[in-house]
């Protein structure tokens, strides 16, 4: 068993550059204390001001961040997002600990046949997590 949970990098993401119509869907790569990186089909603009969203979990922007490097992948991009304010920093972290307890029960399941509700896999994924989650970010 692994020491540490895999980071719940294949949940979907939408970015939406601020003043286009059209979003573009991706893949949620890493998070840290300053910011965090998508993978996603199209080049953005470096200096680009962002909203992203987690379509599985709310229609609503989980934060909003400025292109600070954009990359390109083998058949995509790889932006690097610093976040705008805390309040983006801190929501996008919330937002990573819930895709991390929802990646936590499918794998108990996978791993165990067990299948918890969101809560009681809230309260063993952060008997279990937490700690090392929040020293990520002190």
Request: proline fraction near 3%; include cysteine.
């Amino acid at each position: 068993m692994r020491k540490f949970i895999r980071h719940a990098s294949d949940f979907p993401v939408a970015v939406k550059v601020i003043g286009e119509s059209a979003c573009r869907l991706g893949c949620l790569h890493d998070v840290s204390i300053a910011g965090l990186s998508f993978d996603v089909a199209c080049k953005i603009t470096v200096g680009s001001r962002i909203d992203y969203y987690v379509p599985s979990l709310s229609d609503e922007s989980a934060g909003r961040g400025r292109v600070i490097w954009c990359r390109p992948l083998r058949s995509s991009y790889r932006l690097g997002v610093a976040f705008e304010d805390e309040q983006d920093a801190y929501r996008t972290r919330m937002v990573e600990q819930v895709c991390q307890i929802e990646s936590y029960r499918r794998e108990v399941k996978k791993r165990e046949g067990r299948e918890l509700d969101p809560e009681e896999a809230a309260v063993e994924w952060i008997a279990a997590y937490a700690e090392d989650f929040n020293r990520r970010f002190s």
